[in-house]
């Protein structure tokens, strides 16, 4: 078998002797900008395999065009082919920046390939995590291919001149993690602060974070722009990026009750007029200072939740509660810790307590945004009754949360009402009411004809697999095709894998082998094009099941290369290993209701 043989080390500072004919990037940054140390590794990458990396690049233009702003022009923006994360959801997958980060890390891959050359980044300590994230997934995917080369990190103890206090822990942490993952020895801590100096800023993040934490700027200035920056760093998941900005508008604020019209009017020279409910941050969001104090109080709030450190968030909503703010100001933060509550500690008793606080404050409320705020209560409130499996009484609480929205139309409130027709169809599915869980889903196609691919591609596959469960075999398939279709018209290879390997383990459970394996080798050629080692192995495993093949070697490799998903990899493993083709078959992917699967091999937990 052969070895993984990509050498991946991390040096504390900078080694006296380097690898010979090494390709030597700075990816170090003095600012936590999403991408500010990959775009030097991506440029180095240009000038050492120029024609690899202008081909990946013309054929991923919308990925390219959000790391290098502008460079192609006439393509798709990303976000016509991707989905973001969900602030009122709380929910952090990103499947713009897995698409980024992965043509980032396919790049790296195919220099190192190409050139033979050791490649060495210095600085990676003052590294931002976003790029480093692309790092990690590029020697997963090497290990992949058995690509033998050598990645060396240098200076990873060196701290960057700008820094979130609060997060320092959290990017310790950070980096240890990717030293695991990247299956390298892990270096010292923290080390000394570099004299490093800030970069001209490239895009509209680095823009507003170096405004943030100029001292030469107007505290109006600074505090309107650490705004601007914690919006945009929300679509990078640049969690250090949005955590510094909140920590600076925070220091800035003083009593100075001209100050929020001075921030106002800063916001309005700075903004570029975008709005989107997946956060719900723009010019309604200013107000007095203790309204922008609990605004930041909420950000940094996102974000530990976000980062894993959940009791730091729930102290977040909680100094935001402590501000005195509007009575829905005071609901939303409320429900914020209702969430976390639920979906991160699973105390469902004291979510409801938030929610009842929430809803107290809404009586004092003339808001035009009451029943929104209403809604959105109410639309956890569900979810804890439905956790407890107490579905009637989620079945309450869905309906008082529709009739708050049902005449409402803005983004926020179109946003909810999606929320409550998929909770609705989820709430029938579990209750095992297949046909009214079919009916509900379908109600999305008399809202709009319009429905691009991506709203299409999670609409069909969900529609898939009420069918499935109803017992409607042929039509389930049929949707689960179409669903893969979508994903094929918009190049998603990702999708593509997850229905493909799913599709094959239907038809091998039926016992017909040939046209699982028709399926199991797209999945195979997908799981290749994302670089993913455990969806190669469960893809070649399930070919092999369905081929009545004994030779597990090739899925066994793949499967030993994995460093993601560790408990279902120990799953295939233990299969592969013993050569016991019923266990192999237990562990391949089953379809499920839901297309919805976590960016893990560009998460860092």
Not at 97 to 117: H, Q
Not at 285 to 301: I, K, N, P, Y
Not at 335 to 345: S, V, Y
Not at 453 to 480: I, M, P, S
């Amino acid at each position: 078998m052969r070895p993984h043989a990509l050498a991946v080390s991390v040096a504390g500072d900078v080694p006296s002797v380097l690898p010979a004919r090494a390709l030597e990037v700075d990816a170090g940054v003095a600012l936590p900008v999403a991408f500010g140390g990959l775009r030097k590794v991506l440029r180095a990458c240009e000038d050492a395999a120029p024609e690899v990396v202008g081909a990946l690049s013309r054929a991923h233009p919308s990925e390219w065009n959000r790391l290098f702003p502008g460079s192609i022009a006439g393509v798709p923006d990303l976000s016509d082919l991707a989905l973001t994360p969900s602030e009122r959801r709380l929910h952090r997958e990103s499947e713009q920046m897995f698409w980024v980060l992965n043509v980032a890390a396919k790049a790296i891959v195919e220099t190192l390939r190409a050139s033979g050359r050791p490649l060495v980044l210095h600085g990676a300590g003052e590294c931002d995590l976003v790029s480093l994230r692309a790092v990690m997934r590029a020697a997963e995917w090497s290990r992949l291919e058995g690509l033998d080369g050598t990645l060396l990190l240098t200076g990873w103890s060196v701290r960057r001149p700008h820094g979130a206090l609060a997060f320092e822990a959290r990017r310790q942490a950070y980096l240890d993690a990717l030293c695991d993952r990247m299956r390298a020895p892990r270096a010292s801590g923290p080390g000394p602060v570099s004299s490093r100096t800030v970069e001209p800023a490239v895009d509209l993040e680095g823009r507003y974070l170096q405004l943030a934490v100029d001292g030469s700027q107007a505290r109006e200035v600074r505090v309107a722009a650490a705004i601007l920056a914690i919006r945009s760093c929300f679509f990078t998941t640049n969690y250090e990026g949005a955590m510094l900005a909140a920590e600076q508008g925070l220091a800035l604020l003083d009593t100075d009750a001209a100050l929020p019209g001075r921030v106002a009017q800063a916001w309005d020279s700075l903004d570029t007029g975008f709005t989107t409910p997946a956060i719900e941050i723009d010019r309604s969001s200013l107000g007095d200072v203790e309204e922008l104090r609990a605004l930041f109080a909420r950000c940094m709030g996102v974000v530990h939740v976000f980062t894993g450190s959940h009791e730091a968030a729930m102290e977040a909503f909680g100094l935001g509660l402590a501000c005195r703010i509007p009575p829905d100001l005071v609901a939303r933060l409320h429900m914020f810790r209702a969430l976390t509550l639920t979906k991160r500690f699973g105390q469902l008793p004291n979510a409801r307590t938030e929610v009842e606080a929430g809803l107290a404050a809404l009586e004092r409320s003339t808001s035009p945004d009451r029943a929104l705020q209403e809604g959105w209560l109410r639309n956890v409130c569900a979810l804890t009754w439905f956790q407890e499996r107490k579905l009637d009484k989620a079945v309450v609480e869905e309906k008082l949360a529709m009739r708050c929205v049902g005449d409402l139309h803005d983004a926020s409130a179109t946003h909810l009402k999606i929320n409550l027709i998929s909770n609705a169809s989820y709430l029938q599915e579990t209750a095992r009411q297949y046909a009214d869980a079919i009916a509900t889903w379908r109600r999305f196609e008399k809202i709009s004809a319009k429905w691009g691919a991506n709203f299409a591609k999670h609409h069909c596959y969900r529609l898939a697999g009420l069918e499935l469960g109803a017992g409607e075999r042929d039509a389930a398939v049929e949707h689960f095709t179409a669903a893969y279709a979508n994903a094929d018209e918009l190049g998603d290879s990702f999708h593509r894998q997850v229905i493909a390997a799913e599709l094959g383990r239907l038809f091998l459970d039926e016992q017909q082998p040939a046209t699982a394996v028709e399926w199991f080798s797209r999945a195979e050629e997908h799981a290749r094009a994302v670089g993913d080692p455990l969806k190669t192995a469960e893809s070649l495993a399930g070919l092999a099941v369905a081929g009545g093949r004994t030779d597990w070697t090739e899925a066994l490799r793949c499967a030993q290369a994995s460093t993601t998903w560790p408990k279902e990899t120990a799953a295939l493993l233990d299969g592969l290993t013993r050569g016991d083709a019923k266990a192999v078959h237990a562990a391949l992917p089953r379809a499920r209701t839901k297309l919805n699967r976590p960016f893990d091999p560009v998460n860092l937990y």
